[in-house]
Nanobody, 120 residues
Framework: QVQLVESGGGLVQAGGSLRLSCAAS????????MGWYRQAPGKQRELVAT???????TYAYPVKDRFTVSRDNAKNTVYLQMNSLKPEDTAVYYC??????????????WGQGTQVTVSS
């Protein structure tokens, strides 16, 4: 099993910044994709950003040029730097990783979520 533990959420004013972190842990695992999704009240969970173990990134249009996803492969940790935050960025942010144990199947794992609230 792979565990994902997020940190860094909180309350910030519009225009401010926050940095989220997510560390993967377990035994004998390897990670491919890592990324972030978010879910606002009454809405479906949506992609925010992803990054491969080679560093290739993708971003959802609403956050492009404001958010930056990065990772430290040695620490199995992914980060999300969020700048110029807007009230519409308010959501629970979930860490996501595609990982496998030894040579088992690639499996999607989720963190428990961290609340980000942007006040106007």
């Amino acid at each position: 099993q792979v565990q994902l533990v997020e940190s860094g959420g909180g309350l910030v004013q519009a225009g401010g910044s926050l940095r989220l972190s997510c560390a993967a842990s377990g035994s004998g695992f390897s990670v491919n994709y890592m990324g972030w999704y978010r879910q606002a009240p009454g809405k479906q969970r949506e992609l925010v950003a992803t990054i491969t173990n080679g560093g290739t990134t993708t971003y959802a249009y609403p956050v492009k040029d404001r958010f930056t996803v990065s990772r430290d492969n040695a620490k199995n940790t992914v980060y999300l730097q969020m700048n110029s935050l807007k009230p519409e960025d308010t959501a629970v942010y979930y860490c996501n990783a595609v990982a496998r144990i030894l040579v088992g199947p690639w499996t999607t794992y989720w963190g428990q979520g961290t609340q980000v609230t942007v006040s106007s």
